[in-house]
């Protein structure tokens, strides 16, 4: 009975969090923003209904959902820091809604000396 | 025998293996040490010097990340129910604290954690890294991912790094 609750409780909490995330997708103004709402939130809410889902498991079954979220959090980063990365390259980030960006700084200022705009 | 060398990465293959069949027993242990042993043999990564192992600094660091995760969440839902289509974002320029390139990967990974953050470009040589960050105000703002930037950088240096 207690297990069944706090699952449940789990299960709601992440399906809440996938559904801001999807919201955050839609409303967010630009690429940037959309991909912190699409890793987050989801990755938050995946985490809660493995954790729910594991509470109603027996320890065997509930040991693969380990690797689920690992590889998720392993992943999910490097994604969005190169879907990040091409965005502000290719410009598809609103700079209207940025209130500082010190690396636009630094690329007008290595243009105006002939460097290297950015190395990695 | 370089295999024995890489027994972390056997190790750790194994336990993937046992994990992936959901059950343990002698057979499916025997068979994903032999699977993990072909696999290190076959596909040799390079042999980088070992990190330290330190259990304490690690589950602290792990339990610091998940904390960051759900925070992250809910300021990321905060921003797109609060702000929509107005939510504002910042490109900080933080100061890197670690030579280590492995260090660095680590942090650049668990930037996108912490709180609407993401990494957009590392500059080795001048020591720092641009970081994304949704939901900034103003100018002001900035430093506190600095801040933020610097606790996390600290301690993923206190888990992994050459020395205290």
């Not at chain 2, 792990?62 to 990321?76: E, K, T």
């Not at chain 2, 974002?89 to 993401?118: D, K, M, W």
């Amino acid at each position: 009975m207690i297990t069944d609750v706090v699952s449940a409780v789990f299960l709601l909490l992440g399906a809440l969090s996938c559904l801001l995330g999807a919201l955050g997708l839609v409303r967010l103004p630009d690429l940037p923003a959309r991909l912190q709402a699409a890793t987050k939130p989801q990755t938050l809410g995946l985490l809660l209904i493995l954790l729910g889902t594991a509470i109603r498991l027996e320890f065997e079954n509930a040991a693969t959902l380990i690797l689920v979220i690992l590889f998720q959090a392993v992943t999910a980063p490097v994604i969005s820091q190169i879907v990040a990365r091409s965005a502000y390259r290719t410009g598809t980030l609103d700079r209207d809604a940025l209130v500082v960006d010190e690396l636009a700084e630094r690329m007008e200022r290595e243009a105006r000396e002939g460097g290297p705009a950015g190395r990695k | 025998m370089t295999v024995l060398r890489r027994w972390p990465q056997v190790l750790w293959l194994t336990v993937v293996w046992v994990l992936l069949w959901g059950t343990i027993s002698v057979k499916i242990v025997i068979g994903g040490v032999l699977v993990a042993v072909a696999v290190t043999a076959l596909f040799p990564l390079p042999l980088l010097p070992r990190l330290p192992f330190r259990p304490w600094a690690l589950l602290q660091l792990g339990g610091h990340l998940l904390a960051d995760l759900v925070v992250s969440g809910a300021q990321v839902a905060w921003e797109t129910l609060r702000y929509g289509p107005g939510a504002r974002a910042g490109i900080v320029a933080v100061p890197l604290l670690t030579e280590s390139e492995r260090i660095t990967t680590f942090v650049a990974a668990a930037t996108a954690l912490t709180p609407g953050s993401v990494v957009l470009q590392i500059d080795r040589a001048g020591g720092r890294l641009y970081v994304y960050t949704l939901g900034l105000r103003g100018p002001a703002d900035a430093t506190r991912v600095r801040r933020q930037m610097e606790r996390l950088q600290d301690r993923m240096m206190r888990t992994l790094g050459e020395k205290r």
